[in-house]
């Protein structure tokens, strides 16, 4: 079946919350401690995305099959500081069974310029999410953070301007 990419829209905030929810639980578990997974509320996440959709309208795509939303991607101005780069993508989501199907590719290229540099964070302990974004440009460069909600470690990696990959 095909997906679409499509800019969040409120016809999608409880589908997106969902998703998003999922997506946690299926590449997260053993990295983030259990209780917080299990602790998700979809009709929370759901008014967070609504209250996201109002305050940044245009930096969240979606990839939509049917009525379902699969994956999403949400870039801004980066919050590092110094600024590394201009842009950063703040979450790039993609449900298991999609995973290899092109889904987290276009989701990429819609939500940041290959044409502008991008940092992003990632944990460290998650190699298959490295693995991809090394395949788009993205190198690690050295920086390392706690997460805000779990005591897991974040990498930054770094996009330079141009790389498309």
């Given at each position: 079946m095909n997906w679409r990419i499509t800019p969040l829209a409120a016809e999608y905030t409880y589908r997106a919350a969902e998703c998003h929810?999922?997506?946690?639980?299926?590449?997260?578990?053993g990295l983030v401690p259990a209780q917080l997974l299990d602790a998700f509320d979809v009709d929370r996440r759901a008014e967070q995305w609504e209250r996201q959709l109002r305050k940044y309208p245009d930096a969240t795509w979606v990839a939509v099959v049917g009525d379902q939303v699969i994956g999403?991607?949400?870039a801004s101005a980066t919050r590092d500081i110094p600024p590394v780069p201009p842009m950063e993508l703040n979450a790039m989501y993609v449900r298991s069974q999609w995973y290899?199907?092109?889904?987290?590719?276009?989701?990429?290229?819609?939500?940041?310029?290959?044409?502008v540099g991008c940092s992003l964070?990632?944990?460290?302990?998650n190699p298959r999410a490295q693995s991809f974004y090394r395949k788009h440009g993205f190198e690690l460069d050295g920086?390392?953070?706690?997460?805000?909600?779990?005591?897991?470690?974040?990498v930054r990696m770094v996009?330079?301007?141009?790389?498309?990959?």
């Open positions: 929810i999922a997506c946690w639980r299926e590449a997260y578990r999403f991607a949400t290899g199907t092109g889904v987290a590719h276009d989701l990429l290229n819609a939500a940041v310029d290959p044409q964070w990632v944990f460290e302990e920086a390392r953070k706690v997460e805000a909600f779990t005591p897991a470690i974040q996009r330079e301007p141009g790389v498309l990959r």
